[in-house]
């Protein structure tokens, strides 16, 4: 089952402006994830917040956190065509008890950057 | 270094066959983990391998299975193929094992699996 919703499912802009996509989970964390997908091929790991982190910077990237409302958001700045794939979240989440954590997959936002 | 690799890369089967995948992790890694990659369902995790133990189980029937070798190499096989396991199978391996506070898994291409 799906533990991330990402939202919107799809968003078209045009190059130079900024895309804002969102990501909602449901139970407690270790830390998130964002990765990318380009077209029918594997994931790029883009940047990681821990559970104790608010926000962080990688390049054009901005992600937030906010685990009282079990949300991320993924900011990038100034888009570029090249920046044209599908972006997920991934939440490792918290078991107890003696499970073992897993990385478990949003449902994507396709984006789509207009040149 | 070299990235995660997957054979064959693209792979068509008719239903009720068997079929095997493959996936070298990078040099040094001993965490592989595979997921199915499906239009209707998104990423599904499928089973986690560290040290040659299956660390971690997704909700997928007993006809998908796996194994991972001492180079931690794995394999994964699916016996009595559905159509609807066509899909996009995805490895990824890390460093320590999947779920870890610093996890940052590197995926390989992928596997195209299309059963007729």
């Known amino acids: 089952s799906q533990q991330g919703e990402e939202d919107p499912q799809a968003l078209s802009i045009q190059e130079g402006e900024n895309a804002t996509m969102n990501c909602s989970y449901k139970?407690?964390?270790?830390?998130l994830q964002w990765y990318r997908q380009n077209s029918g091929r594997g994931l790029v790991h883009l940047i990681l917040i821990r559970s104790n982190e608010r926000e962080k910077h990688s390049g054009r990237l901005r992600v937030t956190l906010d685990t009282s409302k079990k949300s991320s958001s993924l900011l990038i700045t100034a888009s570029r065509a090249a920046d044209t794939a599908s972006y997920f979240c991934a939440t490792v989440t918290t078991h107890y008890g003696g499970a073992t954590n897993k990385l478990i997959f949003g449902t994507g936002t396709l984006l789509a950057v207009q040149p | 270094k070299a990235g995660v690799t997957q054979t064959p890369r693209y792979l068509i089967k008719t239903r009720g066959q068997q079929v095997t995948l493959s996936c070298s992790p990078i040099s040094g890694h001993r965490s592989v983990s595979w997921y199915q990659q499906t239009p209707g369902q998104g990423l599904q995790f499928l089973f986690e391998?560290?040290?040659?133990?299956?660390?971690n189980k997704g909700n997928f029937p007993g006809r998908f299975s796996g194994r991972q070798f001492s180079n931690s190499r794995s394999e994964m096989n699916v016996s009595t193929l559905e159509l609807g396991d066509s899909a996009l199978y995805l490895c990824a391996s890390s460093l320590l094992p999947s779920g870890s506070a610093t996890d940052t898994q590197y995926f390989g291409p992928g596997t195209r699996l299309t059963v007729l």
């Open positions: 139970t407690s964390i270790n830390n």
């Open positions: 391998y560290f040290s040659e133990t299956q660390r």
